[in-house]
C-alpha cells in the first residue's frame, strides 16, 4: 500500500514529527520521523522539498475499522429515577446503587461490568433485554450525555455567521458580497434534548438555540428568524467515549456550522444591498427609477438578452455623456491616413515592383467642448453623442512618412495646418460596433465620429476608470470617419503621382502600351473612346434620375466620379489618342458633363447623351439657351448640325429658331466677335473623332488666328 503524501497535507512538525492523518478510513495514522530532517536537509522547509513524500506503509492495514453501529457498547444510560445520564463507570452504577433505563427505547438495563464473566464482549456497558437493541441506542444515549455535559461545560463558542449575496450585473458580471455576524461565545442556561437528533438550547441571552446533533444538516435559506447550528455528534465512536473524551470534543467543538441564524433575514438584506450597490459602482446595474424609465421606453416583446446590452448601453451612454459635460474635454488618438500604390500590372513581370506607401497622421489630440448632447432614441440605433468644439481648433503637428517597398524612404514634417470641423460625434460601443448601415449614415454626413470601444473593459468598469479612459486615454478609441480622410487621401495620391517611382513607372507603362495602340488605326480608338465617354455619362445621367426620385433613409445612389472604372476606360483610350499624335482627348473641355463631345454626339445621335433628354433638338436648344460667355464653340455645334443632318428632324418652328440662332452667329463671326469664335486645341481630333466634320473644321471658319 502506497501514500502519497502532499504539502497541502495537514503536517506538524515542531517536534520533528510529522503526522499524516487519513479521516477517511479514520484508522490511518502513520508517524514519519523526522528527527533528523535539519541535519539532512539544512534550513530547508517542508514546501521546498520536491513533492509528492511517497510513504511507504508497512504495518499491516487497519485493524479498526468504522466501527458498525450494532457492535459498539451501550455506555451511556438514563437514570430510572432522575433522568440523568449515566456512565457505565458511574460510582452509582458500579456500585448498583441505581436503576438505568435506555434513553432512546426507554428499556430498562442491565450494567455488564469488567471482570464478569463474558467472554463474547469483554468491555463493560449496559445491557438491552434479549433481542430488544435497537441500532441508535447507543448513539442516542451518547448525545444525552454529550447535551447534558454541554450544559455541565457552561459555554459554547458559536462560530461567525457568513452570507453571500451575489447581484448580476448588465453584462452578465456577478458581484458577490459577504457580510458576516462575528463569532461570539454564549454561556449556555439550559439544554434539553428535544429528539433523537436535535437540542434545544437556552443561552444567557435568553435566544434559544436549536442544535442539530447530526452534523449533517443543510443550510436552509428559507428565513424563519431560528437558529439552528449542527454540530457533528454523530460518529459511532462517540457512544464509546468518556465523560472526559466527550467534554473534550464539545471544547473544540468540531465542524460546528450555522444552518441559519437569528440575523439572517437582516445580512441578507445588508447583503443584497451592498451587491447591487457594487454592481452600480462597476456602471453594471442602475436605480429603480433609472429602470422605470428605461421600462417605459423599451419596445414591448424585447428579447431579454437584447433588453440587458440596451440596457448597460444606455447607462455607458449616459455615463460618457455626464463625464464629457463635466469634462467638457476628451484625448483623441492620432489622425491617420495612409495610401498606397501598387505598380502597374502590365510591369509586375519587370524587374521595378515598388510599392509607394504613404502615411499622414497628426499627434493625439485633447479637444476641449463647449456643448455635450445625447441623443436619446432608443431600439437598433445606438445613442449617439454629440458635442462642439470649443473655438477652432487647428492642428499644425501633422507629419508624414513616406515608404518604398516596405522600407522608410523618408519623413517629411508636413506644412499643413488641419483646421477641426466644428462638430465632435461619439460612440460608445459595448457588445456591438458599429453596423453598415449607421457607418454609410456618418460618411454621408461626413462628421468627425470617434469610437470608443467599451467590450475590452469587459464587465468591471469602474467611474473613475471610464472617466480616465474618456478623458485621458486614448486606449479603445478609433476614428471612424473624419472628414479630413478625403482631403489627405487626394493630397497623398496627388504626392504619389508626382513620385519618381512613379513617373518611372508611367513612362514604363506608356511604352509598353505605344506598340499596342499604333498597332490599331486611330479610327479604332476614337470609337472605342466615344463609346467609353457616352457611357460613363449616361450611366450618370441614370443616377442622377434616382437621385431625384430617392425616397427613405437608405443611401442616396453616388454618381461615377474620377476614381471610377468607367472613367479609367475614358482615360485609358485617351491615351491611345495620343500616342497616335491626337492630343487633347482628355482635356475637360473635351470630357466634361455637357462638353464639346458629349454635345456634338447628342447631336450625332439625335439623342440626348450625358443629358437625360430624348431628341438632338432638346440638347441644341440647351445649347442655343447658353450664356454669353459659353459661345466659343458654337461654330463646331452649327457644323455638327450640318455634318449629321439634325435639320431633317426638326419641326418647322424649331427650324425657324434654329436659323435665328445661326443667324446671330454667322453675324457675330463675321464681325470677328472674339466670344464666338473658338481656339484651334481641338480641331484635329475631334476631326478624328468625328470625320464628316472634319472638312468643314477644316475650312477654319470661326477659328481665332493662329497667334503662334
Ligand atoms: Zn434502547
Redesign the pocket.
Known sequence: MRFALFKSANVTNSDGKMMYSDRESRCNMITVDFSDFKSLYGNATLENLVTPWQVDITDKPPALRAPNVSNVP?KWAHDALTGEPRYIHDRKVVDRLCSCI??????S?TPILAGQLLRRDPTAHFR?PPG???DD?TIV?ARVAATHLLLEYGFIDLPRRVISRTATGFSGQGYEIWVEEPAERRMVRSALLHDHVTAVLTLDNGRKLLADLTGRRDLTSAFDDQALVTISLSDPELAMLSPEEIRSRLRILPDIRWCSHWNDRALATKADAESSQAARDALDDWSADDEADFRSRLTPGIDAEIARNLRRETLLHREVKAILEREKRITTPSLEVVVTRDPPEELEMSWEEDTLRMDWCTAPKILTLRDVQLETRLGRIVPDVIAHLDGPHVDADCHIEMWVSGSFDEGIEDSYAMTWPPTLLVEVTVTHGIDSEKLQRIRELNLATLEIDLSTLGGRVTLEGLRDLVVHQTIGKRWVHHPEFAIQQQRLNAEIDEHPVTRRNQERLVELKRQRWLTMPVAHWADRYLEALAGFHDANAIIKRRQRQHQGDGPKPKLLGRDSDAWALITSETEALSAHGLPGAAHSSMVQEAGLVARILSIQRNTGVGYDLSSGYQVLNAIMLSGKGNKQWDTLYAIAVKAYDLESHFTSDQTLRYKAWRKTLIEKVDANDEAYMRPATFDVVLSALFPEMAERISKGYGRLPDRG
Open positions: 451501550l435506555c434513553p432512546a427505547c426507554q428499556l438495563l438491552h430488544s437493541q435497537k441506542c444515549a
